[in-house]
């Protein structure tokens, strides 16, 4: 995860190698990767944040992988903008696991009909995406996706942040998505608890 990045973390994390990389803004993502998009050729962005139906063409044109498609609202302006574009997006469906009211993501109850109405509008739906309860413990939350996941035949996980990547692995995670683990302490002001 490269959002709230200095230029020179990507530029150094880029030459180690690593080439997937997540962000949660499409305006901040825009800034920091289209002109690296060019000079790398096989990058794979991937938005990681809440989208507003009104941003999604820009989302579409610079991210690979869209992990956030949470209401069927979304799902059909995807699929609009993907008609314009002529381009097919790879998305994640995003499952609330915790049913927390603030947080984005479709109910898990909901979700199977969510994949169904995105396979229906012709989006390559790839696998699923969660980001449990911070007060919670993650092992169930993970457990639960990878449920939804295997009775839609979908393979793709992306679950696990730098506090619990290592039990999302051992519960089956594809996809983890680490930022202060690689980067270092977040950017946020002195103030702020170190753990
Ligand atoms: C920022 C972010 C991450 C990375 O969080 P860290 O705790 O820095 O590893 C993972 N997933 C999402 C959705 C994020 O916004």
Redesign the pocket.
């Known amino acids: 995860?490269t959002?709230t990045q200095p230029p020179e973390a990507i530029d150094a994390i880029l030459a180690a190698g690593q080439r997937v990389f997540?962000e949660?803004r499409v305006q901040e993502a825009q800034a920091r990767w289209a002109g690296r998009r060019a000079a790398v050729a096989d990058l794979e962005l991937r938005l990681?944040?809440p989208l507003q139906t009104n941003k999604v063409p820009d989302a579409l044109a610079l991210f690979d992988v869209i992990e956030t498609l949470d209401r069927p609202r979304l799902a059909e302006a995807l699929a609009i903008a993907a008609g314009k574009a002529g381009k097919t997006p790879r998305v994640l469906v995003q499952v609330n696991t915790g049913a927390e009211p603030q947080k984005a993501g479709v109910l898990p109850e909901e979700a199977d009909a969510l994949i169904a109405l995105a396979r229906s509008l012709g989006l390559t739906v790839e696998g699923l995406m969660c980001?449990p309860p911070v007060d919670d413990a993650p092992d169930h939350h993970f457990v639960l996706l990878g449920d939804i996941a295997r009775r839609n035949g979908l393979d793709v996980l992306s679950m696990g942040?730098?506090?619990d990547y290592e039990t999302a692995i051992r519960l089956g995670a594809t996809h983890v998505?680490?930022?202060?683990?690689l980067f270092g302490e977040?950017n946020t002001p002195q103030t702020a608890s170190i753990d």
């Open positions: 995860m959002k997540g949660n990681i944040g980001i942040m730098s506090g998505r680490v930022g202060w683990a977040r």
